[in-house]
């Protein structure tokens, strides 16, 4: 697809006067707007125009934002979405990151934080689309290269990258597959066969006996036979392996030096703004919790299952003992795990002396943690999805949003029993 010169934005909110200075700010910028107050009619545009970027308002006349949202990632998933709200609130930022939006700004619009966010995200959007064409015309002239091969050539090729894995040179693999096609092979009809000039061929045969992979027959003229497959990839997984094992070795032994290097360079830069991060691979959330949670020094909010938080807090009194003063402490967890509850997390708070209260529901609407007001991490409480992506934060706004949520869930809970054991 190819956009035009000057980047296209659509922008939807059903205030026509929104819709007017936001298009004077960017058209100022040398950007084309298109401006629409309904849901319907930007989906009518989106199917019709590409659109590089969509500032999509949160509360519209005939449709929710998120899921207008949801529409136009099916229609047009290479177009930038930028949800634009007046109603904060964690369940429409958590839809939003969930549903593909690559933004989440909150009105009154900061016109110098917009532009610089639309810049940011266009310029990572011509990037992707070099590489993505760059790629595309790679693929092209593979397949037309293959077009000119034989069926053999096209199986050397393919093949040969796969032995590349097992510790091989392509040049060695590709002369031990053609050996293993011939049976026995003198070095001339390898070299007609692989297409490798047959200086190479001398060369490398050596190597490939010392791997044990190839035997020399004791013939005029000299040839070569390849030892079985099974026999072949197993020596070289072998040595492979062991390869690895040793390099593994060397890996751990520099692990503890190199952090201990990397934690002493502090360039005197700016650092980054607040930020909303996406924590795609869930084993790097695990760490990020029981990191936040030893670092807390006044208060943690917490608010999920009681699994999680017996994992969670499985060494929390070991890493805390040099704290100076107790933690205050607020659990959330689901009403049918009381009785456990009541056994584990009441012998957290006696052994680490802290300020624990617990407040039983039927179920969470999320999972949470919030420390010291400063940072917080967050999920949505979906069991049967797997794929559900985890947040982390250290913005204050969006903190203040996920704390004035935990806060209203917190007062609602007044029916059930509350747990609470303070520092004598």
Known sequence: MSYPTKP???????DEAICRTLSTILQAEGYQTTTTTTAKEAIEKTK???????????????????????QLQEISPQTIKIMITGYPSLQNAVEALNYGADSYIMKPVDPAELLKTIKNKLETQQKTEKITKEKLAEWVQSQARKTQTSNFQQFLEETSNELTHFGLTKTQAKIYITITALGVAS???IDKLSKIRREEVYRIIPELEKRGIITRKLKVPRKFSATQPET????????????????????????TELTSKLKTIA????????????????????????NMIENADKQIDIMAPLQNLLITFADYSQKTRTKP?????RVMTEKREQQALTKNIMQ?????????????????????????????????NDPTNENTSTFWTDDPTQITILKTSFDSLWQKITSIRTLKTSTP
Do not use: C, H
């Open 325 to 329: 003063k107790p933690i205050k402490i």
């Open 187 to 189: 070095a001339s009809e």
């Open 8 to 14: 296209q934005i659509l922008i939807v909110d059903d």
């Open 48 to 70: 019709t125009q590409f659109f590089n970027m969509a500032l999509l308002d949160i509360k519209l006349p005939d449709m929710e934002g998120t899921q207008l949202l949801a």
């Open 267 to 290: 360039l005197p830069t700016k650092q980054e703004d607040y930020t909303i991060e996406v924590i795609a691979q869930k084993d790097a959330a695990t760490p990020r919790l029981a």
């Open 232 to 255: 072949a990839i197993q020596m070289l997984t072998e040595t492979k392996l062991n390869a690895m094992t040793g390099e593994m070795e060397k890996i751990k032994q520099k692990q």
């Open 348 to 380: 957290l708070a006696k052994a680490d002396q802290n300020n624990v209260e617990i407040k039983l529901t039927e179920k969470l609407p999320y999972n949470l943690l919030i420390t010291d007001d400063k940072e917080a991490i967050w999920k949505g």
